[in-house]
Nanobody
Framework: QVQLVESGGGLVQPGGSLRLSCVAS????????????VGWYRQAPGKQRELVAT???????TYADSVKGRFTISRDNAKNTVYLQMNSLKPEDTAVYYC?????WGQGTQVTVSA
């Protein structure tokens, strides 16, 4: 079965940090995962899903302006995993975070930033 599974979300205070993980499963899909760009997206209540960060198969990264300097995307193809390190979290970062490659989406992981 081909799937992406996100983990690492939770409740954190403003200024705190979290690291999200996105793991690919399925032998053929892992090959696709390792040779394609992967993106992290987020969707807050009542808002459209937005792109947070991407990483190419070669490691080139892009970030939304709202997270530049605070979030870092990375990948470990040997572990079939893409990470999103989130530092200096703000209440406006509260959302469900999803990873995506090609047409496959994970189920999402909730991040809540609140005092």
């Amino acid at each position: 079965q081909v799937q992406l599974v996100e983990s690492g979300g939770g409740l954190v205070q403003p200024g705190g940090s979290l690291r999200l993980s996105c793991v690919a499963s399925g032998s053929i899909f892992r090959i696709i995962f390792g040779s394609n760009a992967v993106g992290w997206y987020r969707q807050a209540p009542g808002k459209q899903r937005e792109l947070v960060a991407t990483i190419s198969s070669g490691g080139t990264t892009t970030y939304a302006d709202s997270v530049k300097g605070r979030f870092t995307i990375s990948r470990d193809n040997a572990k079939n995993t893409v990470y999103l390190q989130m530092n200096s979290l703000k209440p406006e970062d509260t959302a469900v975070y999803y990873c995506n490659t090609k047409t496959t989406w994970g189920q999402g992981t909730q991040v809540t930033v609140s005092a």
